[in-house]
């Protein structure tokens, strides 16, 4: 028997769940094999539960035989896991939202492998945001419109896709208040033989690697080789950077700097960081706290800094918007104001960690156009973390890691453009 296999795009509302609610009870003559049966979700947020389940009440049931933390493992060890664990329960469908996640080359593959297998045997749902994740096997498109699901075949939505226009940053960035006071050595990072290992296992051997200013990374590594571990040890997080050759902004890491005398040269964007942005800001006032490296703008601006601020909103296309609250913005506009207000002060080094996960096609377009525009019309320098490739992002230099027995050890690449 062939199965309907659907995609939806991901939302936050409605929801993946109040889909399935919906999907479940409806009479569409091509959901009915949804009808009335169960399914089972392969989510992130199924293992945020898992992961509080362990933390709160000591229920290892993702984890009881490989013996460790499920948050000590990679991303890609967690969802192997969760998804063995589901799959026990011989669910009657498979809802997956955004499955892809955070995975690398590798664990993308082993995993679709699977899936394909799997759609052979029962319908799936897969929420995307990225229709280059949507799965070969899927037939249908469906999407809400007014009180009333659309269901179309997958080709179909592929070709209207494929004639979306991206929006495009016409203004020049704005400049900084005034030019950075260049005290900095132009080695902003000077990391020389740097190892790191946890509970006797080596993750970082003998790693040597620099960030000239202005100059334009992307730090690339398989599920575990490390980025994350680098990353903090560059904005200072990471104790592990005491005792060895870590160089952040011309001081030796451990000679008596603060931890704010190396963030203050960073400007610093992950999507796990939007929780923080919670109060009732103005898009305006949002930008400007980037000035005053606070969350929320509480003391009043100078008109200087409020006509910079627009002009940062103008450049990103947001200028109508100034007093709507951030907080109800969508997600690509969040995260272009949260670049905004990373930017205002022209940092010396901008890191923005998987910068584009959960961000829809046109979204994650208008976010790579803006970066490769400040790489182009500033002199901060960049390193970009991910592990998707994005066609339009176009570092200059790549720092990749690759996996040894005795840690992973950095290859410097330059792509040819
Ligand atoms: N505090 C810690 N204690 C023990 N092990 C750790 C700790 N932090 C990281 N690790 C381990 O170090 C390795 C590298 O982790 P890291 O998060 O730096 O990798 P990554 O390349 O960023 O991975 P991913 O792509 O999955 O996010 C992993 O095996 C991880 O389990």
Known sequence: MTHIHLAIRFSKTPTPEDYITAITSSEHPL??????KQGTFLSNATLDEYVKAELLHDDFTLTKDSKRHLLSLSSGERRTLLFNHLLKGNPQFL???????????????KLKARLTLLSKDIPTIQFFSRTDE?????????KLGEDIYIIQPISEYFAQEQNTPTFGFNNPLPKPISEP???LPSKLIDLKKVNVSYNDK?????????????????????NGTG???????????????????????GKKRGSGETVWDIKRNIGYFTPS????????????????????????????????????AKQWLELIGLN?????????????NKRLILICRAMIKHPPLLILDEPTVGLDDKGARVFINLVQKIAKESKTAILYVSHKTEQELKPTFIFQLERTEAGSIGNIITPSS
């Open 273 to 308: 960081m939007m929780h923080l942005f919670k109060g009732q800001h103005s898009a305006l006032n949002m930008v400007i706290s980037g000035l005053k490296d606070s969350i929320g703008l509480y003391i009043t601006p100078t008109d200087l800094e409020v006509n910079l």
């Open 95 to 109: 809802v997956l939202v955004n499955p892809f996640d955070s995975l690398d080359i590798e664990n993308v593959a």
């Open 320 to 332: 109508t918007i100034t007093n709507t609250n951030y907080y109800y913005l969508s997600e690509t």
């Open 31 to 36: 959901l009915s094999e949804f009808k009335g």
């Open 202 to 222: 080596s993750i970082l051997n003998n790693i040597t690697w620099s960030i000239t200013q202005g100059e334009f990374w992307e730090l690339k590594g398989a």
């Open 181 to 183: 006071k260049h005290t």
């Open 134 to 142: 949507i799965m070969p096997y899927v037939t249908s498109h469906l």
């Open 227 to 249: 980025k994350s571990t680098l990353v903090t040890m560059m904005i200072g997080d990471n104790p592990k950077a005491y005792g060895q050759d870590v160089n952040l902004f």
